[in-house]
């Protein structure tokens, strides 16, 4: 059986494939920089929290643009460009529809499932006023989600590597410590 992080790690883009990403052509001369590919602590929640913020935010072009911040902030671009499938065919409809309700709910009004199709003096409104109507408060969701979101993955991820890692060393002191011969007399270590 696998260990989970080594199967997350196969469903992220490697480097070679992100340089051949045609959309990613022009940060080419940029990706070089070795801080991009390297799976630290940091690096991998910037670069989470980077694609889940436009991921969330934008319905289009998401992975260049969470890469292009990836490489100005030196996050891991693979984690940048892969979270941002948080929004995909899947979960784009009710992602969409959570942040029109926030939306609405931020600017008082009462969300409806379908908009008006009469405005107030009975004429009939066309389809892109009826989008015109949503547009306010599903970009008002769309940034609160993006933001509340991309800054939780990021204390999330940091948190949970640093509890990995502390458990590791734990377990590596015991270890060494069985394996010489004496005993853990601290509870702690």
Request: hydrophobic letters at 45%; a positive charge; aromatic letters at 12%.
């Amino acid at each position: 059986m696998t260990r989970p992080t080594s199967r997350l790690r196969s469903l992220i883009p490697t480097r070679e494939q992100i340089m051949a990403n045609r959309w990613l052509g022009w940060l080419r001369p940029f990706l070089a920089h070795p801080q991009l590919w390297r799976w630290s602590r940091r690096g991998v929640a910037l670069g989470v929290a980077l694609g889940i913020f436009f991921g969330l935010l934008i319905p289009i072009a998401q992975i260049p643009f969470s890469a292009a911040a990836a490489v100005l902030l030196r996050a891991n671009v693979p984690a940048a460009a892969a979270s941002t499938l948080v929004t995909n065919p899947v979960t784009f409809g009710p992602v969409y529809y959570a942040a029109y309700r926030l939306g609405s709910w931020i600017y008082g009004d009462t969300p409806q499932d379908e908009p008006p199709v009469h405005d107030d003096a009975d004429h009939e409104i066309s389809i892109w006023e009826r989008i015109g109507k949503l547009g306010l408060p599903l970009i008002t969701g769309l940034a609160i989600m993006a933001t509340i979101f991309g800054l939780l993955s990021y204390f999330v991820i940091s948190a949970v590597w640093y509890w990995r890692v502390k458990a590791k060393r734990r377990r590596m002191v015991r270890y060494y410590q069985t394996r010489d011969g004496r005993k853990n007399s601290d509870p702690q270590a």
